[in-house]
């Protein structure tokens, strides 16, 4: 599907063309997990001496993507459950290395896939947004710089100082939100983050979110939510069994999608309890070809 | 270039997944990138081990010599070695095994418990390790003052070859780290390896001459001290307290050498398999 002289081409030299964001080139993701979990050496030994073998079952989460996105493009993602989004993302977001393929991303990454990761139960709110910003890898300075803006996004000021085990998990959302969406990133990764804190904080996330698109931010945003997507991406890629199935403007995707999930269900109406084990990656292979 | 963006000082950071195919420095450079993250993962370990203490930091120091105390009185009461200044001689050489079984343990630890943050974001892996072998170092320091202070009390003068005990700390600190990159690579993939490690740590323990004095060893194991690592940097860091003396420049070399060799193969163990860690936690 591709060969070495096209990856070389596709690819922006070390100082490239600024417009990029993010280059992917045929890249897959392989979970290879032992049909039996081997989680101690002394299994690992005896069975060296015994001469048993272990079995892997592998599974490609991606397979051969390939994607282009300019800098300051919002792109949708949209899908099934297991048809990869959530591993796209991670990829961009450096979480998982691609098993074949290239990535090549230009630009500081906020991901929002799950938000305040090392958040600490005794720590105060304070001392946890120093700790949650320099995991999203910035410097001391960057975060005395923003650590007004992101108390006064979070309307948590009144409980700074105090540690994160006396907040509800709402706040706890919130304040993880803020320091994820307040360091002024290039790409912003969001993982249907919207869902935290009560509507009007809800309303305040998504103002944000065209505000950073407004200025430019490269925006992937993966969401189950059909009707919201087009608001703030004009382009969106449809996954299926961890291909791209269909890439295009948002309303031409999301009606594609629409459409073939109708299809599946109306195969599906005899037996709904098999559902889920229906959507055959291989099926949507064959449409397209 | 005439972007809107313009207003940002310096070109943004770029991620080449082909880069990870030389980890051994690529890793370096993002040990580098995550420094205030690295002081943060340090200054969260003090804190949390201290917050809900009434007396808090004094612990930190109240620790290692509440320790001090009992090992001094257990073993110069019970034990009975001819060995000059033994409080202080047991003691230092306390401190710096200290360092090293702390660091090594809280590697594994640290890497286990903080695994799952792998999986959520990237973080360059190596740092867990690099933060407990930060809090080990920064306990020791904590303890060298009261160790100093009773080095006096018990009558050792002070003198300028004191500050050749920052050599030792710094050689086993290096050591540390090698070892706990290794072990903390181990335990991603295997949970027994805190087990089968604690047996080879005492084992170890009391091969080194730290509680007795080098000379009660039977002769194979006498000679073969001159290439244990451990008892290197405490011997080096003993005599320069105690008798005011430099090591040899041969003990030096040695200790040097499996010092930045331990480092350099636990690095090259580390950023070869550190990947995978994100499918085992």
Redesign the interface.
């Known amino acids: 599907m591709f060969t070495s002289s096209d990856m070389r081409r596709s690819f922006p030299a070390?100082v490239g063309p600024?417009e990029l964001a993010v280059v992917l080139s045929g890249v897959s993701i392989c979970?290879?997990m032992p049909s039996e979990r081997i989680?101690?050496?002394?299994e690992?030994v005896i069975r060296r001496i015994t001469g048993r073998s272990v079995k892997y079952n592998e599974f490609w989460a991606l397979r051969q993507v390939t994607l282009k996105v300019r800098?300051g493009e919002a792109i949708g993602l949209i899908g099934s459950n297991g048809a990869g989004k959530s591993t796209l993302l991670k990829t961009i977001?450096?979480?998982?290395?691609?098993t074949e393929?290239?990535?090549?991303?230009?630009?500081?990454?906020s991901?929002m896939?799950?938000l305040g990761?090392?958040f600490?139960p005794?720590?105060t709110g304070r001392?946890n947004i120093?700790?949650n910003g320099?995991?999203?890898?910035?410097?001391?300075r960057q975060?005395q710089e923003k650590f007004d803006s992101i108390v006064e996004f979070s309307e948590l000021s009144a409980f700074i100082d105090a540690p994160l085990r006396t907040y509800s998990s709402g706040m706890i959302a919130r304040l993880g939100f803020a320091v994820a969406s307040d360091v002024d990133p290039?790409i912003l990764i969001i993982d249907e983050a919207l869902s935290v804190g009560d509507e009007a904080f809800q309303r305040k996330c998504l103002a944000r979110m065209k505000e950073f698109r407004d200025?430019?931010v490269t925006i992937f945003y993966v969401t189950h939510a059909l009707d919201s997507i087009s608001m703030l991406c004009p382009r969106a890629a449809w996954l299926e069994g961890g291909r791209i199935r269909y890439m295009g403007p948002t309303d031409e995707v999301v009606q594609a999608y629409r459409h073939s999930i109708e299809v599946e269900s109306d195969i599906s109406l005899a037996d709904t309890q098999k559902l889920q084990i229906v959507k055959v990656p291989g099926r949507a292979q064959q449409k397209r070809e | 270039?005439n972007?809107?963006?313009g207003m940002r000082e310096k070109s943004?950071?770029?991620?080449?997944?082909?880069a990870?195919r030389i980890p051994l420095i690529y890793e370096v450079q993002e040990l580098v990138?995550?420094r205030?993250?690295l002081?943060?993962?340090i200054v969260?370990d003090l804190?949390?081990r201290y917050?809900?203490s009434s007396i808090g930091f004094i612990w930190v120091m109240l620790n290692p010599l509440l320790t001090m105390a009992v090992l001094t009185v257990v073993f110069s009461q019970v034990f009975r070695f001819n060995l000059d200044y033994y409080a202080v001689q047991l003691l230092g050489g306390t401190l710096v095994w200290n360092l090293y079984a702390q660091g090594t343990n809280a590697s594994m630890a640290s890497l286990q418990g903080?695994g799952i943050?792998?999986?959520?974001?990237?973080?360059p892996p190596s740092i867990f390790v690099a933060s407990a072998i930060g809090s080990a170092l920064v306990n020791f320091v904590f303890a060298l003052a009261p160790f100093l202070v009773l080095t006096l009390f018990n009558g050792v003068y002070p003198s300028f070859t004191w500050l050749f005990m920052l050599v030792p700390a710094l050689l086993a600190t290096m050591f540390s780290f090698g070892l706990g990159l290794i072990v903390a690579a181990?335990i991603a993939?295997?949970?027994?390896?805190f087990e089968?490690y604690q047996v080879l740590l005492s084992a170890y323990y009391f091969l080194t001459p730290i509680f007795y004095p080098l000379s009660t060893l039977p002769e194979p194991l006498r000679s073969m001290e001159q290439y244990n690592p451990m008892f290197l940097f405490i011997d080096s860091f003993r005599t320069a307290v105690v008798y005011h003396s430099l090591p040899g420049l041969h003990e030096l070399l040695i200790s040097v050498t499996i010092a930045t060799g331990t480092l350099l193969v636990g690095w090259m163990i580390f950023t070869r398999v550190e990947?995978k860690f994100?499918?085992q936690f």
């Open positions: 070390a600024s979970y290879r989680s101690t050496l002394k690992q800098r977001a450096r979480v998982l290395r691609p393929g290239r990535v090549w991303v230009r630009g500081s990454v991901p896939i799950e990761a090392g600490h005794e720590l001392e120093f700790i320099a995991m999203l890898g910035f410097s001391r975060m290039d200025r430019g | 270039m972007h809107a963006r943004p950071p770029i991620y080449d997944s082909n990870l990138r995550y205030f993250l002081w943060n993962l969260k804190k949390v917050k809900r903080n943050i792998l999986r959520k974001l990237y973080v181990l993939f295997f949970n027994d390896i089968i990947g994100v499918y």
